[in-house]
């Protein structure tokens, strides 16, 4: 598999991507910086965490519009895969590859922890390495991580099964105490239609060695390999 991880001013997760996949292709990716829209063809684009622009407007507003996203979207479109995480997430939003948006977490605070996550679709590339209401534990750390969709986009993302994961309680439980940031009914990761595009505001990358807390985010890149090499 190839990979390109894109490099925004303000990104801050790139490097813990590229480690995280590295560990997973057993060669490193391709480091893009945003402005260079004519990169290699690549299996796997990867938008990592961070706070592009410093989050002025919206999170992700402005590099929605970074000249390497027009390239992206064109590929997407086109059916390679593509992975936001955390301001990824934001931006793939803002660039109407994702439905819904993200906005100020309820409590309007900042917040950076270890959440536990329920997978709800094992059937991507991106989720296929867990089981169907397994429990994963994932770092968050975001300011504007509340995921809205209005009642028409959510009926959408029910009946395609657009929703990859949800927070839970380690029980498995999903309620409102065990929603970190008012997402509309817990939503943590979305897909596109296409299932060939995810977004999601927890850090898999985070947990890829046991010597980082553990390897619940391992799965996802291995399943990625696994399937686009």
Same mark, same amino acid.
């Given at each position: 598999m190839?990979?390109?991880v894109i490099v925004?001013?303000?990104?801050?997760c790139d490097r813990d991507m590229k480690v995280a996949l590295a560990n997973s292709m057993g060669s490193d990716p391709l480091m893009v910086w945003h402005g260079d829209s004519n990169f290699p063809e690549v299996d796997l684009i990867v938008l990592p965490g961070g706070f592009s622009y410093g989050d002025y407007l919206r999170s992700g507003a402005m590099s929605a519009n970074s000249p390497v996203m027009q390239e992206i979207v064109r590929r997407a479109n086109k059916g390679i895969h593509v992975l936001g995480v955390c301001n990824?997430?934001?931006i793939l939003t803002e660039a109407g590859l994702l439905p819904g948006v993200l906005m100020r977490n309820s409590d309007m605070k900042f917040v950076c922890k270890d959440v536990s996550l329920r997978?709800? +679709?094992?059937?991507?590339?991106?989720t296929q390495g867990y089981d169907k209401g397994q429990i994963i534990n994932v770092?968050?750390?975001h300011h504007d991580g509340n995921y809205f969709i209005d009642d028409d986009g959510f009926k959408e993302l029910e009946d395609n099964r657009m929703i990859g994961f949800r927070y839970a309680h380690a029980t498995g439980q999903v309620d409102e105490k065990s929603n970190i940031n008012g997402s509309r009914d817990n939503i943590a990761g979305v897909f596109n239609k296409g299932r060939n595009v995810m977004g999601m505001m927890p850090h898999p990358?985070?947990?890829?060695?046991? +010597?980082?807390g553990g390897v619940d985010g391992k799965p996802m890149f291995d399943s990625l390999v696994?399937?686009?090499s």
């Open positions: 190839k990979a390109a925004f001013p303000g990104s801050n990824g997430f934001q997978v709800e +679709a094992v059937h991507t590339p991106f770092p968050v750390a990358e985070r947990l890829i060695d046991p +010597a980082l696994e399937v686009l």
